[in-house]
Nanobody, 123 residues
Framework: QVQLVESGGGLVQPGGSLRLSCAASGSFSRIYTMGWYRQAPGKQRELVATITSGGVTNYADSMRGRFIISRDNAKNTVYLQMSGLKPEDAAVYYC?????????????????WGQGTQVTVSS
């Protein structure tokens, strides 16, 4: 069983910063791309940023320059440093990752989501 557990969400004032963390645990061979997505009430889930196992990053245009994604492969953890937060950044932020998992001798690639962490931006 594989789990992604997010932490670091909370209430922050506009212009403030937060750092989200997402730790992977369980039985897997390797983690490939990890990423962050967010979903605001009444809206579709959208990409925030992704990072490959080699450190190549990709950002949604509206987050580029304000958010920084990073990962610690030794800790199986991905981070999202958010700065210059705006009220429209308020959402549930979800961690996502692709795992290589071996089951009964067969290697498969599976995608998992975390449970989400709430980010509220308000004065």
């Amino acid at each position: 069983q594989v789990q992604l557990v997010e932490s670091g969400g909370g209430l922050v004032q506009p212009g403030g910063s937060l750092r989200l963390s997402c730790a992977a645990s369980g039985s897997f061979s390797r983690i490939y791309t990890m990423g962050w997505y967010r979903q605001a009430p009444g809206k579709q889930r959208e990409l925030v940023a992704t990072i490959t196992s080699g450190g190549v990053t990709n950002y949604a245009d509206s987050m580029r320059g304000r958010f920084i994604i990073s990962r610690d492969n030794a800790k199986n953890t991905v981070y999202l440093q958010m700065s210059g937060l705006k009220p429209e950044d308020a959402a549930v932020y979800y961690c996502n990752a692709d795992f290589s998992i071996t089951t009964k001798g067969t290697i498969g690639l599976l995608n998992y989501w975390g449970q989400g962490t709430q980010v509220t931006v308000s004065s």
